[in-house]
């Protein structure tokens, strides 16, 4: 069944037994998140981060609650002002509605691939409106102490400002030319990492966020964005039965890109220096002028 195969990908079992053996050794190890240093990221949210995000709302379909971009963008001042005061409780007090957790999957058909097979549907997560502007705030702060910490390596394009993930084509395209000019070759190896955004390993997020030194709410909000989410998939007007997402990011986040970045980041450190790389959607190994072309 479809949703049997989409809690699947997300599922602990989806890994090598190798893994997780590793898996279960590392969480193991506790991550202690509280601190008594004041961060600027752990401030509380002011109505002008609140306002800047819901300009950058587009209309699209609501979550589970039903409320869409258009009425948070439309509410009052004084409704602005108690929507401020939940995003504060949740985020410095860590109270996270569930139903914020809760997606709903509507599974779109893949050109040219067979309708019978569970594997040819891609998803598309509808989640709450409400949490997905909070997210939007907390991902500006977090890409903030990211680029101003220079915490993510030079070699990550994707979802960062100025940088684009055609920059890796102009990057590789320049060296090819160069590796032509002078008669030599260029090896180009790309990963392609199928299901990236369902199989993302979640402690490992938090553990590279503890490694950063990203402490206190900022760091609880985003444990608590990742834990206990669950989805349903709905097919014109019949659901499916909640399903569980052991693993993964949320699909349809902002939020969910950064924290995808930060999952890959150590992906280059064992590449030795000699060969270029570049993190976009996929991994970009290559090796110039390799050896000069036989005349």
Not at 69 to 82: F, P, T
Not at 172 to 193: T, W
Request: hydrophobic share 40%; proline share 5%; charged share 20%.
């Amino acid at each position: 069944m479809l949703w049997q195969n989409m809690e699947n990908v997300s599922s602990n079992h989806s890994y090598p037994q190798d893994f997780l053996r590793i898996k279960r050794a590392q969480e193991l190890i506790p991550l202690d998140f509280n601190t008594r240093r004041k961060e600027e990221y752990n401030d509380e949210i002011h109505v002008n981060e609140l306002r800047s995000a819901l300009k950058t709302c587009h209309n699209t379909a609501p979550g589970k609650d039903g409320i869409h971009y258009a009425m948070l963008k439309n509410l009052s001042d004084g409704a602005i002002e108690m929507l401020l005061v939940v995003y504060n409780r949740v985020f410095l007090e860590g109270l996270f509605p569930s139903v914020w957790s809760e997606a709903i999957l509507l599974p779109f058909l893949k050109p040219s691939k067979d309708p019978h097979e569970p594997s040819s549907y891609r998803p598309i997560a509808l989640t709450s409106c409400v949490c997905k502007v909070l997210e939007k705030i907390i991902n500006a702060r977090l890409s903030c102490v990211l680029d101003g910490r220079d915490l993510l390596t030079p070699y990550q394009y994707g979802f960062r400002k100025m940088r684009n993930t055609l920059d890796t084509l102009v990057r590789l395209e320049s060296h090819i030319l160069v590796s032509f000019a002078r008669k030599k070759q260029l090896v180009a190896v790309l990963f392609d990492i199928e299901k990236a955004y369902a199989t993302t390993w979640k402690y490992n997020i938090l553990g590279v966020i503890h490694r950063f030194g990203i402490r206190g709410p900022m760091a609880f909000f985003i444990g608590n964005f990742l834990k206990n989410r669950t989805f349903q998939v709905k097919i014109g007007s019949c659901k499916s039965v909640p399903c569980e997402q052991e693993q993964g990011t949320p699909q349809g986040s902002v939020l969910s890109c950064t924290l995808f970045s930060i999952a890959i980041n150590d992906i280059v450190k064992d590449v030795p220096d000699d060969i270029c790389k570049s993190l976009t959607w996929m991994i970009w190994l290559y090796i110039s002028h390799l050896r000069v072309l036989p005349p």
